[in-house]
């Protein structure tokens, strides 16, 4: 018996249930399912709504992760990534951090004209923009809309550099403005890799491109003189650990130049989704693979811990970090992403002429 036989999966989807949001005061239970005249969990069609944003740059300063600013032109995402540490914040929005994360979707259309306005502000100093910090930019929903494509085009205009993050092959469709950002080292691209086997990816990733052709996506930019990092995250211990090498391995060969890793952590809601995710999609190692997790975290499937939280500790995370520095050690060599150009950021503001 095939593993999905033995429970009703939904396909193409990640998340198998909607979680509870705890700042709701009301919430749908299944204590009479029988009383019900249509199954309260169907695979629907993805909804979207718009978002009036006030603000678009999302500003952090973590021991972690630095001082990151961050652009989201999305709020959910389709792709339906079980591990995704982003679901949590659906639950601002009044929304589950399971199934809705996955098929409602947030828009903000005025994202471009949000962006411009920040790089005009009078005391600007430019900084790397990053997209996305939380949901991928370049999500399905973009090929139709192109808001991504136009939040470029502004920083090309200001000549702010920007990094790039994505597992989708959309981001080819704008090849011609990260060229002409690439010649001016104001852009760099991670693409996530998380694995390479078809059969784990379409349970862990559904609505994401195969690993080839991200493999493909980093040979393309690669040889249009961007720079490109491959990222493997979450590194998932009993699962995907194994495809270290052979990641960084393939990565190289396209024209990755660094590699970045982090430590899956089930932080809030995700904890919850992510076990019944494993025990649904892989019940003969589920327990090992959570267990694991636990070792790396304290104990823990949760860790808000700095400096553990994203790269973990014990002997299960030592073993992944030593296999991580020797594949790119082999393949890649000294692994340092680029320093961008800060310098050649045009200044709208000062351009204005007075009337007087």
């Known amino acids: 018996m095939n593993e999905e036989d033995k429970f009703d999966y939904l396909k193409g989807r990640g998340s198998q249930l909607n979680t509870l949001n705890k700042f709701l005061s009301n919430k749908y239970v299944q204590d009479h399912i029988e009383g019900l005249d249509e199954p309260m969990l169907e695979n629907s069609a993805t909804q979207f709504y718009e978002e009036s944003a006030k603000q678009i740059v999302s500003e952090t300063h973590s021991p972690d992760l630095g001082d990151m600013y961050a652009v989201n032109p999305y709020q959910g995402c389709e792709h339906g990534c079980i591990y995704c540490y982003a679901r949590n914040s659906h639950e601002y929005y009044g929304f589950s951090a399971g199934l809705d994360f996955e098929r409602k979707i947030i828009l903000k259309r005025n994202a ?5 306005q920040y790089l005009n502000r009078k005391n600007y100093v430019p900084v790397t923009i990053e997209l996305s910090g939380n949901t991928d930019c ?3 929903i973009e090929r139709k809309l192109g808001i991504t494509r136009e939040l470029l085009k502004v920083l090309l205009k200001y000549r702010n550099p920007v990094s790039l993050i994505t597992k989708n092959n959309l981001i080819l469709r ?5 060229t002409d950002l690439g010649k001016m080292n104001l852009v760099k691209v991670n693409i996530s890799i998380t694995t390479l086997d078809e059969q784990i990816r379409q349970k862990l990733e559904p609505r994401t491109v195969t690993g ?6 980093i040979q393309k930019l690669s040889n249009s003189g961007i720079p490109v990092r491959v990222m493997i995250a979450p590194i998932i211990p009993g699962l995907n650990s194994n495809e270290i090498p052979e990641i960084i391995k393939a990565a190289a060969g396209k024209g990755a130049t660094s590699a ?3 430590l899956i952590r089930l932080n809030g809601s995700v904890a919850e ?3 019944d995710w494993i025990h649904k999609a892989f019940p003969d190692r589920a327990e090992k693979i959570l267990n694991q997790i636990r070792e790396c975290h304290g104990g823990y499937l949760n860790d808000s811990q700095f400096g553990r939280r994203m790269k973990g500790d014990g002997h299960v995370a030592e073993a992944i970090h030593q296999l991580f520095n020797l594949s790119v050690n082999r393949y890649i060599g000294q692994n340092k992403a ?5 310098t ?5 503001y000062g351009q204005q002429t007075s009337l007087f």
């Open 174 to 178: 704008d090849l011609d403005l990260l």
């Open 138 to 140: 370049y999500q399905p």
């Open 260 to 262: 970045l890793f982090t």
């Open 212 to 217: 080839a052709g991200r493999l493909n996506v």
């Open 344 to 348: 050649l950021f045009i200044p709208k």
């Open 112 to 116: 471009p004209e949000l962006l411009e």
């Open 273 to 275: 989704i992510f076990t």
């Open 338 to 342: 680029p320093q961008l150009d800060h």
